[in-house]
């Protein structure tokens, strides 16, 4: 008897190791979810596979195949302690389904053992944001323009959309349809003029891409009456009948390349502006009743194209401005060249004093003695004096005669 339980003790040990044994090698069981995000691209998607596992070193690989495109990725062996396992999948389709695969392998001695497959979903659908609307149609009418589409065919792996959203000129912002089921929108109150429209379809994890109805052109609508301007200081109001002008655009050169500046006349307030057809977010613009200062968003070069809104009526015709990615740098104004110093007057040399008059020697006495040339009656009388100095004799003549500095007279 004691030897029959013996036994009966010994298969049930036996029985346990071989349990903990076959736990040890993997687990049966795991799950698989989406991991995108909001927004994620088509071609971005992920998912998960997951589980619970017993202690030992085990290697994990999941494999997804769709449409003879194969995707396998594999971790581990994990530490043996670990209780839990994660294989990682990305780069997946949005909307595609692919058939799965997993396989655990167990370690011993760092030597891989045959693998084993797992139990769970054999197939997963990859989720992202959904394709664009199709069957695009749009029609111009008397002040308003008829849109309608069909549902994309990718859905993003999801069972339905929660709807779409129109954009485009003259809309202060995107138009929200609520509902798979709604696929036509009319948008009214337009003035004559080209628009563009543009339709996405909505998801749980955001918009498609957008799809152009392309240029539509509106005919027959009244344009707004301006109303006669106010003679007090401008003031910005609600009206949108006012009538705004523009007297010059410019890029917020050389301050600030990343702001567009239009001056002139914006009686009216402002509810929406679009460049290229694409609305701009109320507070990338302030307004003034003599300016609108616009900033840019991403700035590169680029020919932009403005357009101003009062509701959904333009007040203004299209602006269009070049603008540059930078303000240039100013060249530098050249350092005027200094004046040459004048050279200083030379100072005048004072005239020479002149020299005192030499004290006139006195008029010599004439010589009583002088004998008077005889002149005819009624002339003057001419006499004649002989001076000498030295050995030199000068012989004067004259009515009054006298001898040169220095000279006297000969005395008879």
Avoid at 100 to 110: E, K
Avoid at 133 to 143: D, N, Q
Wanted: with cysteine.
């Amino acid at each position: 008897m004691r030897k029959l339980s013996f036994v009966c003790l010994s298969l049930t040990l036996i029985l346990g190791v071989l349990t903990q044994i076959a736990a040890a090698h993997a687990t049966t069981d795991y799950i698989v979810a989406s991991t995108s995000e909001l927004d994620t691209a088509l071609d971005a998607a992920s998912i998960k596979v997951y589980g619970l596992k017993s202690p030992g070193r085990i290697s994990y690989t999941a494999q997804v195949i769709s449409q003879g495109v194969t995707t396998t990725v594999s971790v581990g062996p994990t530490s043996f302690d670990s209780t839990s396992w994660l294989v990682p999948i990305s780069g997946l389709k949005g909307g595609s389904t692919y058939s799965l695969s997993v396989t655990a392998v167990t370690w011993t001695g760092g030597i891989p053992g045959t693998p084993v497959y797992l139990t769970g979903d054999t197939s997963v659908t990859a989720q992202s944001i959904p394709g664009v609307p199709v069957s695009l149609s749009g029609v111009a009418g008397t002040g308003q323009v008829a849109l309608s589409w069909s549902a994309p065919v990718n859905k993003g792996g999801f069972g339905s959309l929660t709807g779409y959203q129109i954009s485009g000129t003259g809309l202060s912002s995107p138009i929200t349809v609520a509902g798979a089921a709604t696929t036509t929108y009319t948008v009214t109150g337009l003035i004559s003029g080209s628009y563009t429209f543009s339709v996405a379809a909505v998801n749980s994890l955001g918009h498609s891409a957008d799809a152009s109805f392309g240029a539509k052109t509106v005919t027959g609508a009244i344009p707004p009456t301006p109303n006669t301007p106010a003679t007090s200081s401008p003031v910005v109001t609600e009206d949108p009948d006012q009538t705004s002008t523009i007297t010059s655009i410019a890029q917020g050169c050389p301050t600030d390349a990343n702001t567009v500046v239009l001056k002139g006349s914006f009686p009216a307030m402002i509810s929406n502006i679009s460049i290229n057809n694409r609305a701009i977010d109320k507070s990338s613009w302030k307004q003034s009743a003599t300016q609108v200062v616009i900033t840019l968003t991403n700035q590169s070069s680029a020919n932009l194209e403005i357009q101003i809104f009062n509701g959904q009526v333009p007040v203004l015709a299209t602006q269009t401005i070049t603008v540059a990615s930078a303000c240039p740098t100013p060249t530098p104004a050249a350092t005027p060249t200094p004046a040459a110093t004048p050279t200083p007057a030379a100072t005048p040399t004072p005239a020479a004093t002149p020299s005192p008059d030499a004290t006139p020697s006195p008029d010599a006495t004439p010589s009583p003695d002088a004998t008077p040339t005889p002149v005819a009656t009624g002339a003057p009388i001419v006499k004649t004096l002989i001076c000498i100095k030295g050995k030199s004799v000068k012989t004067i003549k004259g009515t009054k005669p006298r001898c040169p500095k220095g000279y006297v007279v000969k005395k008879k």
